[in-house]
């Protein structure tokens, strides 16, 4: 059983940033892709971005590329994600996920959730 416990988020003023982690428990975290999601208020949960098992490729979401970057660190168990120039549009609750596969965009490719943590971008 793998359990997935996200940090970091908080209220931060529009172009502010905020790092994000989420803190895996469990064996083999470098054998799972890794990804964060987010659910604004009204809306279905969104991709943001995803990481493969060793880092060494990322692909993020339209809306946040070029101001968000996912990392992990397999020693820690930690997946991070990095987020600069934020704005309104950002504000969400954030997920990091498990994939059972590869690196995907799919939520239905995604095993393991962790509880949220809160983002608020204040205009």
């Known amino acids: 059983q793998v359990h997935l416990v996200e940090s970091g988020g908080g209220l931060v003023q529009d172009g502010g940033s905020l790092r994000l982690s989420c803190a895996v428990s469990g064996r083999s975290f470098s054998n799972y892709a890794m990804g964060w999601w987010r659910q604004a208020p009204g809306k279905e949960r969104e991709f943001v971005a995803t990481?493969?098992?060793?880092?060494?490729?990322?692909y993020y979401a339209d809306s946040v590329k070029g101001r968000f970057t996912i990392s992990r660190d397999n020693g820690e168990n930690t997946v991070y994600l990095r987020m600069n120039g934020l704005k309104s549009e950002d504000t969400a609750v954030y997920y990091c996920?498990?994939?059972?596969?590869?690196?995907?965009?799919?939520?239905?490719?995604?095993?393991?959730w962790g509880q949220g943590t809160q983002v608020t971008v204040s205009s």
């Open positions: 996920a498990k994939a059972y596969g590869i690196a995907t965009l799919r939520a239905r490719d995604y095993d393991s």
């Open positions: 990481i493969t098992r060793s880092g060494s490729s990322t």
